[in-house]
Every structure is written in C-alpha cells, then in structure tokens.
C-alpha cells in the first residue's frame, strides 16, 4: 500500500511543473478545473432572459404537451430556434426533475453541450499537435472570457457549438482515420443544423470542401471517403425532423426553413448588415483572450513554414473561414462569436511551448493581479451583503438590488473558502513555464465564476429573476378570464407563463373583447399607446433594480 501511495505523496511535495506531461496530480487538478468550470451557474438560479426565457418556454411546453414535433411558446408555435436544445434539455428536465427544479434540470442540458465541445476541442488537438497538446486547448477555451456565461445559459447556440468542434474532430483525423473522422464529421453537421440552424452546419461543411484546396495532404482519398461517409450520415438526420414537421404541417415547415436558412441580410435590411460588418472584429480582442493573441503569435511564428506546417492548415484555414462567414452571414451578437473560439484555440496552443518566456511571465502577471483582485472584490460584496459593512458598498447593494437580505448559507460559503485557497496554492506552487500562464489564467476564470456562483448568485439571482414581479402582477390580476399583452416580448411571455401561467391575447385576437385587464410592457425605448379613455392603470412593477423595463397593468373602465 505504501509503496503505490509514495509517488502520489512525492508527487504532491513537490511544485506542480505544468509542461505537458501527466501526473496524478496535474489530471486530478485538470478534472478539478473543468469541473469547476462547468458545473456552477448550471442549477440553482431561477432562468434569465433572454436566451434562457425562450429556451425554457420552448421546453416547458414540449413538457405540458407532450409534443415533441413542434416547439410551443406560451401556447404559440415557436420555430425561430433549432429544436435539438429543446429535445436534450426536455430529456433532462424529464430524468432529473423530481430532483430539481424544472429550469435547474433543463439547464444541465448546456452542461452536456458544453461536455461535448470540450471533448472535441480535446480530441481535435490531439489529432494535430499530439498529446500534450490536448488538456491544454480545454483549458484555453475555458479561458476565453466570451465563453464564460454563455456557456452556462440555455442556449440553441451551445447545441451549434457542440456541432461545430465535434466537426472539426472530425476533420482533424479524417485524412488518417477515415473510420472515425466520417461520423465525426457526420454528428457535427447533425447537431449543428439541428441544433442551431445554417450558419454552424454551414461552417463545418464550408471548412471540408475548402481543405483540400490548401494542400496535399487534404487531397488524399482517406480524406475523401471521410467526407463522404460524414454527408452520408448528416443527411438523413438533418432530414427527418423537417420532414416529420412538413407531414404536420406545411405552413409551420415552410416557417421553420425560412428561418433556419435566414441570415443578417434577410428581411431587405441591408443598411445596417454593412454597419455591422465589422462587428466580430471589434469584439474578438476580448471575447476570445486569451485565444486570440496566442493564435496570432503561432501564425507569427510559423509565417515562414506554412505549407510545410500541416498541423496548422486546418486551424488557420477555419479561422479565417469561419471569421469570414460569420463577419458576412451573422447576426451582431457577441453569442454568434463562439464558433471561431474553437480554431483559435487549436492555433493557439500550437506554439505555446515557443512562446517567449517574457510574454508567459506577463500574461502570467495580468490573470494572476486580474483574478486576484476580483476575487477581493467578490469576498469584500460578500462581506457587506451579510453584514453591512463596509458601509458604502452595502449601500451600493442597497441602492441596485432594494429589498434584498443576504441570505447565509455555510456549504457554499465553505467551498468558495476552499476554492480561493486551493487557487493560492496551485499559483505558489507552479514551476515558471509557458504553459503556467494559460493553466494560471483557466484556474483563475474559474475561481472567480465559482465564488460569484457561491457567494453571489442569491443577489444576481434577485435582480435578474422575474419570479417577484410575476407573482406580485398574479395577485393583481386576480380573477380576470383573460390579459391582452401589448408589447411584450417572447422572453418575457415565456417567463410569465412559466412563473404563474399567464397567457396573454394579442390585441388583435377575436378573445381580446372578453378581456378585462390589459398588460404592457414598458421601456426607455418603446411604450405601446393604451387607449386612456377605455383603460385604467391599476398595477405597476420591475424587477428590483431594474430602471430599463417595467410591466403596467390596466383594467378596463366601466
């Protein structure tokens, strides 16, 4: 017994040398990490908007229907998202809900998405640039600043990331092993297209015509099999739905595929598809840190051996392809970024161990100071939300989020105690190489999202949750027969039928004469028009804090 137990307590004495090689303890701390990472901010919150609203809706009515086929929202068809999510998150909420909250076991579906993407990343990485390569890429990408909290929401477009890295997986290896690159290639059109429409599937299948137009060693006849064998099994996946669908109805298909197939030029609104053009360069730099500059710093390095570079054909080509694509097709919303985090990552990681020992020391420096003084920022909230003091951030406290009491819980407060300790010592303890700055930046990510999980997520939860106001407007709505919505939103008609069962009437519905109370939503932006001679304000309320948004309830005049 000892002497299996020696090298684990040797192991542990001595400083943790993050060179690529595995240990028991480097693998314990790697699982650690990912753990960490992905598994708090997935239960225990109430659902957000606005991703997450719509998500929800979507499920909770599979749910209370039973029909998987077509996607309801409040008791209307919704078809502006793939349905893959909504089936996974459905399964989940199905398995796990006498456990937990129906929102807690749907979101545990972007966990398994999110499981999917990191064992793609992982195994593409491999397949490139061999194994030491393959921890390090998931930690990079769960560095990435733009993926942190979109990563833990419901979400269609965790689905199409899922879809895309299990794609370039595929891509990775189908030039050497067609048997495993072909179905690789083929669940990641599938889940892609299924998951969240055209743009991701288009991606994947954009970067496996183009690859054998970059070199030789794409032109082989594995590789073409691979492809082939991919298309072969995506095709009737992609298929069946839409087919069970256009069986049910053909208007609804005929819907769900003009919006599937609709880019940021759909709708003749080309004005502003130009204006934002632009718009992924402009968020990169942040988005995908520290991705980005470690990608930018292998192409540098490798500027004169490209072509004799294979390892680096399939990244570089996918990330100016899929910047490309999306800079053209995508709609401006920092979520539709996500794609191009995955050839970033496998590009960065390709030259990390050249990377110069300065540069690491600095990127080292930055997330260490960062992380470090956000956790002080965190602790310090923590501290004044339980006890008031100091006085001027409780007062903060007071002043965004009135009406909130802390409420103390000792396990949660216990393992961001732990969490904070375990960052100091794995900080101390690491040996100076390239590779500590990445491993230093992902632990430090994840410390600072499991202390907000732990420490804040009851006051984030209570500024973003829309239970308070939905069931203070419940109470006064009473026993109205029905509530005509005016300028309501689908996130916002969600979390309403979710929370107390509203269902509202559009205006121009024939049941709209027999209803008695009427609710608006109101905005800095917009404010519909309520007839004043035939409606009288009776209610109005937000979520604590919010000063963007707010529900007014009208009851009709006598």
């Not at 491999?126 to 733009?146: D, E, F, N, T």
């Amino acid at each position: 017994m000892n002497r299996v137990a020696d090298p684990l307590v040797e192991s542990l004495r001595q400083r943790i040398s993050w060179d690529g090689t595995r240990t028991p303890v480097k693998s314990a701390l790697f699982l650690l990490v990912c753990l960490a990472w992905l598994l708090p901010g997935l239960v225990g919150h109430d659902p957000w908007k606005i991703d997450e609203a719509l998500a929800l809706g979507a499920v909770s009515g599979m749910l209370r229907t039973g029909d998987w086929a077509v996607p309801m929202l409040a008791g209307e068809p919704y078809l502006d998202r793939a349905p893959l999510f909504f089936w996974t998150a459905a399964a989940f909420a199905k398995v796990f809900g006498g456990w937990l909250a129906l929102h807690d076991a749907a979101r545990l579906a972007s966990g398994f998405f999110m499981a999917i993407t990191m064992a793609g990343v992982h195994g593409a990485a491999v397949a490139l640039h061999g194994p030491r390569a393959g921890r390090i890429a998931v930690l990079l990408l769960i560095g990435c600043l733009g993926l942190l909290i979109r990563a833990h929401e419901m979400s269609t477009d965790l689905a199409g990331l899922a879809g895309v890295s299990l794609g370039v997986a595929g891509l990775s290896v189908a030039a050497r092993r067609p048997w495993a690159g072909g179905p690789l290639l083929g669940a990641g059109l599938a889940i892609a297209f299924l998951g969240d429409g055209l743009i991701p599937a288009l991606l994947v299948g954009a970067l496996a015509l183009l690859l054998p137009a970059i070199g030789p060693a794409w032109r082989t006849r594995p590789y073409g099999l691979a492809v082939a064998a991919g298309l072969a099994l995506a095709a009737p996946l992609v298929c069946a739905w839409p087919v069970v669908l256009a069986q049910r109805d053909p208007a609804l298909s005929a819907e769900w595929l003009s919006v599937a197939m609709a880019t940021r030029w759909a709708g003749g609104a080309t004005r502003g598809a130009w204006a934002d053009l632009a718009y992924f360069t402009k968020i990169l730099p942040w988005y995908a840190w520290p991705a980005l500059p470690l990608a930018a710093w292998t192409a540098w390095r490798a500027r004169r051996s490209l072509a004799a570079r294979t390892d680096l054909h399939l990244p570089l080509a996918a990330v100016l392809l899929f910047f490309a694509l999306l800079s053209l097709l995508a709609e401006a919303r920092e979520v539709n970024a996500m794609p191009i985090l995955v050839p970033l990552v496998l590009l960065g990681v390709a030259e990390l161990d050249s990377l110069p020992r300065g540069a690491a020391s600095a990127l080292d420096w930055f997330g260490v100071t960062t992380f470090l003084l956000m956790a002080l920022v965190l602790w310090i909230g923590f501290v004044a939300a339980l006890t008031g003091s100091p006085e001027a951030v409780a007062a903060w406290l007071r002043r965004e989020v009135p009406g909130f009491h802390y409420p103390f819980r000792f396990i949660p407060f216990a393992l961001a105690a732990l969490l904070t300790c375990v960052w100091v010592a794995v900080v101390a303890r690491s040996l100076r190489t390239t590779r500590r700055a990445v491993v230093n930046w992902s632990a430090g990510i994840t410390m600072v999202w499991m202390l907000a999980m732990m420490l804040g997520l009851p006051l984030i939860d209570q500024a973003r949750s829309y239970r308070g106001v939905a069931l203070r407007l419940a109470s006064a709505i009473g026993s109205s027969p029905c509530t005509i919505g005016a300028g309501l939103g689908d996130a916002q008609r969600a979390l309403l039928d979710y929370f107390i069962g509203l269902r509202v009437v559009s205006p121009g519905n024939t049941d709209a004469a027999r209803c008695d109370t009427l609710l608006a939503q109101v905005s800095r932006s917009s404010s519909p028009t309520v007839d004043a001679a035939r409606w009288r304000e009776t209610w109005r309320g937000s979520r604590p804090g919010d000063r963007t948004e707010s529900f007014v309830l009208y009851r009709r005049a006598p």
